[in-house]
């Protein structure tokens, strides 16, 4: 009996990790659902295949590492830096900085493990490490786990499926923006103006998917 409790809550834990990947990966993804990290997207887009892993092996790295230490900053630093901060300094004030120290923290061991890769691959990643810590992404990432209260299992899977859902969408991107070169499409529209009408049709079908009410 307690080892089919013990299957039992280790599946459902599966199974609610897994749902929270397919979260952040779909229906809450940072560039469809939150306009996260667009500018590197868009620079992204036209570069080689080689590249854009490049950029995005330290990104998922980053995103993964930096989410347990997003939670231990809200659930452990904060409680304890608000007994011993002024009274007029809320805590909500240095969020924005404790979060960019937890992803530049996340990028240093990144820089690290991506030493076990060979040397022309890991030479490679490790140029585009201190870009992939900087993203809006990651910071925006850390916020979103912050402001839904998730536990430590939950914001390491949203964070994870919010790298990987990145990276889907950079390929999506690339794969639309070979087909809108076109000679139908108007030279105007060519280019960058296609790339974001493109990933605005793709939020728009996101937003109707997963549904959204207007508060009155």
């Known amino acids: 009996m307690p080892a089919v409790n013990i299957d039992g809550s280790l599946l459902r834990g599966v199974l609610e990790f897994l ?25 992204l887009v036209p570069d080689h295949k080689a590249q854009v892993w490049d950029y995005s092996l330290p990104f998922l790295l980053i995103m993964a590492l930096s ?22 300094l809320p805590v909500a004030s240095l969020r924005p900085v404790v979060y960019l120290t937890c992803a ?19 030479q490679a990643c490790r140029a585009q490490t201190t870009l992939a810590g900087s993203s809006t992404a990651v910071l925006g ?5 912050t402001n839904q209260n998730y536990t430590l299992p939950q914001s390491i899977a949203f964070g994870l499926g919010s790298g990987i859902g990145y990276v889907f969408i950079i390929f999506i991107v690339r794969e639309g923006r070979r087909r809108l070169r076109s000679k139908d499409v ?3 529209f060519q280019g960058l103006p296609s790339s974001l009408i493109y990933v605005g049709i793709l939020s728009l079908a996101i937003y109707g998917l997963v549904g959204h009410a207007v508060v009155l």
């Open 141 to 145: 990432t850390l916020l979103i786990c």
């Open 104 to 122: 530049f923290l996340a990028a240093g061991a990144s820089w690290l493990l991506l030493g076990l890769l060979p040397r022309r691959q890991r």
């Open 67 to 88: 989410a347990p230490l997003g939670w231990a900053a809200h659930n452990l630093f904060f409680p304890w830096l608000r007994g011993h901060l002024p009274a007029g």
């Open 186 to 188: 108007p030279a105007i």
């Open 19 to 43: 749902s929270y990947m397919t979260l952040a990966v779909f229906a809450e993804n940072v560039i469809l659902a939150r306009a996260l990290g667009v500018t590197r997207l868009l620079k």
